[in-house]
Structure formats: structure tokens, C-alpha cells
């Protein structure tokens, strides 16, 4: 279970260094759009496998840091997919992009130093 775990794991940081990097590359005028949407969308369904393949491993969960994880994810994928759209028609997206990529970051910050337990 635990090579699975962390198989999933390293899926989940390669959609946020996809999500990240793209909204680095973007910010340096790069048009890199469809890392940063398949980022997003990674990252809500590999966290929620993680969170099942843990729930199933029986190790404790902080429900609370999982549920605001998942909605700042949510916030991203938004943020991404609506640019995207924008994007297919000519419309300025970058205030998108930067929100999805600053949430990104927001979300790793939660990851790393929210370290109370269930």
C-alpha cells in the first residue's frame, strides 16, 4: 500500500510543479496554458485517491486541512479552466492565471506548515 501511496504522491507534486511552473513561465510571457489546466485538474484527483488510500491505510486525517486542501484546489482548477476558456476566445486571462498560480503556492504552504492532527 505504502508504493501506491507515494506513487500517487508523486503524481500530486507533478500537478503542482506543473501549476506552478506554468504560472512561472506565464509570468515571464511564455503562453503555457495547458500545464497549468492539467495541473489543476491532477492535483483534485490525486489528492482525493491520497485521501482514500490513506482513509484505507487507517492513518489519522486532519478532515478539516483536507476539506480547505480541496477547496483551495477547487479554487485553482476554476481559476484555470475559466482561463483556458478565455484563452479560446481572445480574452485577457492573466489576473486567472496569477490566482491560480498564487493559490498553487497557498495550497503547498497549507500542505507544509498546518501540522496539527486529527
Given at each position: ?24 513561465a ?6 503555457t ?6 495541473g489543476?485538474?491532477?492535483q ?36 484555470a ?5 478565455r484563452?479560446?476566445?481572445?480574452q ?17 504552504a497549507?500542505?507544509?506548515l ?5
Amino acid at each position: 500500500m505504502d508504493v501506491v501511496i507515494n506513487v500517487f504522491v508523486v503524481l500530486h507534486l507533478l500537478g503542482m510543479a506543473a501549476i506552478v511552473g506554468g504560472w512561472i513561465a506565464h509570468r515571464t510571457g511564455a503562453t503555457t496554458l495547458p500545464p497549468i489546466v492539467w495541473g489543476a485538474r491532477a492535483q483534485i484527483v490525486s489528492g482525493l485517491v491520497l485521501v482514500g488510500l490513506n482513509e484505507a491505510a487507517k492513518d489519522p486525517l486532519n478532515h478539516v486541512k483536507v476539506g480547505v486542501k480541496l477547496l483551495v484546489a477547487i479554487a485553482v482548477a476554476a481559476c484555470a479552466e475559466i482561463a483556458a476558456g478565455r484563452a479560446k476566445r481572445n480574452q485577457p486571462n492573466g489576473q486567472l492565471l496569477d490566482a491560480a498560480g498564487l493559490l498553487a503556492i497557498l495550497n503547498v504552504a497549507i500542505a507544509v506548515l498546518w501540522t496539527t492532527s486529527a
